[in-house]
């Protein structure tokens, strides 16, 4: 079983007619009408469910956001690859195939984007809230909402820039230490892309408990590392969505470019000092170095330490290629410097997206962990069917570990506890294959992908046909 390389739009919005409105069931609120959020609304009311969607735009913006629509793409207008046998088009299959109102929308609002699923933002919101607006299980409130509903079923998808009240009330609600404001990540790359003929092994000084605390160098000469310098500075930056925000940068995570900023050398004293370090290759000690750290226990993937930045991605792209070892670099996330409000998922959710402590309550979108628009609607999507079945009294099923949407949900409920992150979707989260099928493709990186995808595929459709027909589907 494999999904077709089109994309699946199917004339029925759910792989199953969805059941008939029963006005006795209990009325979801959903807050936040950003992607999780407006596909939650649309998947609940799909399964016979009242909804009510609060937002507070445009009465009351966020930094990033800058109209009053629904479902507003606040920086790129990608929904990432369409490649097929790719994490993301795989995420974006499954959501298809379970009938997303924002995957319809795209498609609507489709613009050439190589293998990428672009959109015009404006059609792809306007596509949105008209199919909520006029959608007759849902309605619509337009304003702040301060405090978490104190009983009944709730969807929280009000994202990484959730309105200070709001955000103060679920870390109480959570525990204050329970609710973290990021603000920025550095680049993560495949590990199978580091040219390992340039860079190497090694901890500082030798300091290393075991050979997982092991980092990856990427060795400068001093010509390397003023060209390296030039290009950082010259290189063009997304607006500074977190000046407006009032979040300073916090002095120990600026990013690279304002480091350069302060000085030529500034960098090889900071996030590219080389001290405690020998190039095996040279004998010598590097005139700067980057260390990559180990990103999941695969070693599937390792980040740039320190390496946090606001470059747009495509500078990104060309200038962190000049980093020597990186010139193939396949980069699984760029840099970024936002404010990030999320919970600590594995410590706080069940699969399900149900608060451990009081299940009525599902988090969806960047609030619960994930990072990403397709990753934000995959999760709106679960909340919504999760939370309608909850209505309409049935079980509620966790998609397959298999499967992408499996996968994601494994991450942010089952990863450690401790330095928690939010994750794009990647192979990494996707279940290894079994030994021998490492073994039989072992030289053969696409046909291994392609493989974990069929199994994937195979695993989604006994869930929608299966165990999952009354809990899942509606
Ligand atoms: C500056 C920035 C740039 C980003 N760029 C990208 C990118 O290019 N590509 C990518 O894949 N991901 C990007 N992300 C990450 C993420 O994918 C997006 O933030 C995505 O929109 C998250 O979806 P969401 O549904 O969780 O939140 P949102 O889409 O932000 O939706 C949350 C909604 O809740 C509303 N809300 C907040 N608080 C309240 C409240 N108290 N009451 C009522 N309504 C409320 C907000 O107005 C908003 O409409 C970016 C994030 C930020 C902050």
Redesign the pocket.
């Given at each position: 079983m494999a999904f077709s390389p089109r994309p699946i739009i199917r004339k029925t919005r759910t792989a199953h007619a969805p059941p008939p409105y029963n006005k006795s069931l209990e009325t979801i609120q959903i807050?936040?009408?950003?992607?999780?959020?407006c596909e939650a609304a649309w998947q609940a009311a799909e399964a016979g469910v009242r909804v009510i969607l609060?937002?507070?735009?445009p009465q009351r913006l966020?930094p990033?956001?800058k109209t009053g629509a629904f479902g507003?793409l606040?920086?790129?207008n990608s929904l990432?690859s369409e490649l097929v046998h790719s994490a993301p088009w795989l995420l974006k299959q499954e959501m298809r195939r379970m009938g997303s109102l924002l995957m319809r929308a795209a498609e609507t609002a489709r613009v050439p984007g190589g293998h990428a699923l672009t959109v015009d933002r404006s059609v792809f919101s306007d596509e949105i809230t008209r199919a909520l607006e006029t959608h007759p299980r849902i309605e619509i409130r337009r304003a702040?909402?301060?405090a978490i509903p104190p009983d009944g079923i709730s969807v929280i998808?009000?994202?990484?820039?959730?309105?200070d009240?709001?955000a103060h009330e679920i870390s109480r609600f959570t525990g204050a230490e329970r609710l973290y404001f990021y603000d920025s990540i550095s680049p993560i790359v495949a590990a199978d892309s580091v040219d390992m003929s340039i860079a190497f092994r090694a901890s500082r000084y030798g300091k290393s408990i075991d050979q997982s605390d092991d980092y990856i160098n990427c060795p400068f000469t001093r010509e390397q590392y003023e060209a390296f310098v030039t290009a950082l500075l010259e290189s063009e930056s997304y607006e500074p969505?977190i000046a407006e925000d009032r979040t300073p940068y916090f002095e120990g995570c600026l990013p690279i470019e304002e480091i350069a900023r302060r000085g030529r050398d500034t960098l090889r004293f900071g996030p590219m000092k080389p001290v405690g370090l020998v190039n095996p290759y040279t004998g010598r000690r590097p005139w700067a170095v980057v260390q990559l750290r180990q990103e999941d226990q695969r070693a599937g993937s390792y980040n740039l330490v320190g390496f946090q930045n606001h470059m747009k991605f495509g500078d990104q792209a060309r200038v962190m290629r000049m980093i020597p070892g990186l010139e193939e670099a396949e980069f699984l996330r760029f840099g970024?410097m936002?404010?990030?409000t999320y919970i600590n998922a594995p410590s706080l959710l069940l699969a399900t997206l149900q608060l451990r402590a009081e299940p009525r309550l599902f988090f969806a979108?960047?609030?619960c962990g994930v990072?990403?628009?397709a990753e934000?609607i995959a999760t709106?999507l679960l909340a919504g069917r999760f939370a309608a079945a909850m209505a309409h009294g049935w079980p509620i099923a966790p998609p397959p570990r298999a499967s992408a949407l499996g996968s994601l949900c494994h991450y942010i409920t089952q990863t450690a506890a401790r330095n928690f992150q939010p994750a794009n979707i990647t192979f990494d989260l996707l279940p290894s294959l079994d030994e021998e099928a490492q073994t039989r493709m072992r030289h053969d990186k696409n046909a291994r992908r392609a493989e974990v995808c069929r199994r994937s595929a195979e695993a989604f459709e006994e869930y929608l046909v299966g165990a999952g027909r009354e809990t899942v589907v509606g």
């Amino acid at each position: 079983m494999a999904f077709s390389p089109r994309p699946i739009i199917r004339k029925t919005r759910t792989a199953h007619a969805p059941p008939p409105y029963n006005k006795s069931l209990e009325t979801i609120q959903i807050i936040g009408a950003g992607l999780a959020g407006c596909e939650a609304a649309w998947q609940a009311a799909e399964a016979g469910v009242r909804v009510i969607l609060h937002e507070m735009r445009p009465q009351r913006l966020t930094p990033a956001h800058k109209t009053g629509a629904f479902g507003e793409l606040v920086c790129s207008n990608s929904l990432k690859s369409e490649l097929v046998h790719s994490a993301p088009w795989l995420l974006k299959q499954e959501m298809r195939r379970m009938g997303s109102l924002l995957m319809r929308a795209a498609e609507t609002a489709r613009v050439p984007g190589g293998h990428a699923l672009t959109v015009d933002r404006s059609v792809f919101s306007d596509e949105i809230t008209r199919a909520l607006e006029t959608h007759p299980r849902i309605e619509i409130r337009r304003a702040e909402v301060t405090a978490i509903p104190p009983d009944g079923i709730s969807v929280i998808a009000t994202g990484p820039l959730t309105s200070d009240a709001l955000a103060h009330e679920i870390s109480r609600f959570t525990g204050a230490e329970r609710l973290y404001f990021y603000d920025s990540i550095s680049p993560i790359v495949a590990a199978d892309s580091v040219d390992m003929s340039i860079a190497f092994r090694a901890s500082r000084y030798g300091k290393s408990i075991d050979q997982s605390d092991d980092y990856i160098n990427c060795p400068f000469t001093r010509e390397q590392y003023e060209a390296f310098v030039t290009a950082l500075l010259e290189s063009e930056s997304y607006e500074p969505h977190i000046a407006e925000d009032r979040t300073p940068y916090f002095e120990g995570c600026l990013p690279i470019e304002e480091i350069a900023r302060r000085g030529r050398d500034t960098l090889r004293f900071g996030p590219m000092k080389p001290v405690g370090l020998v190039n095996p290759y040279t004998g010598r000690r590097p005139w700067a170095v980057v260390q990559l750290r180990q990103e999941d226990q695969r070693a599937g993937s390792y980040n740039l330490v320190g390496f946090q930045n606001h470059m747009k991605f495509g500078d990104q792209a060309r200038v962190m290629r000049m980093i020597p070892g990186l010139e193939e670099a396949e980069f699984l996330r760029f840099g970024q410097m936002h404010r990030n409000t999320y919970i600590n998922a594995p410590s706080l959710l069940l699969a399900t997206l149900q608060l451990r402590a009081e299940p009525r309550l599902f988090f969806a979108g960047q609030i619960c962990g994930v990072e990403g628009y397709a990753e934000s609607i995959a999760t709106g999507l679960l909340a919504g069917r999760f939370a309608a079945a909850m209505a309409h009294g049935w079980p509620i099923a966790p998609p397959p570990r298999a499967s992408a949407l499996g996968s994601l949900c494994h991450y942010i409920t089952q990863t450690a506890a401790r330095n928690f992150q939010p994750a794009n979707i990647t192979f990494d989260l996707l279940p290894s294959l079994d030994e021998e099928a490492q073994t039989r493709m072992r030289h053969d990186k696409n046909a291994r992908r392609a493989e974990v995808c069929r199994r994937s595929a195979e695993a989604f459709e006994e869930y929608l046909v299966g165990a999952g027909r009354e809990t899942v589907v509606g």
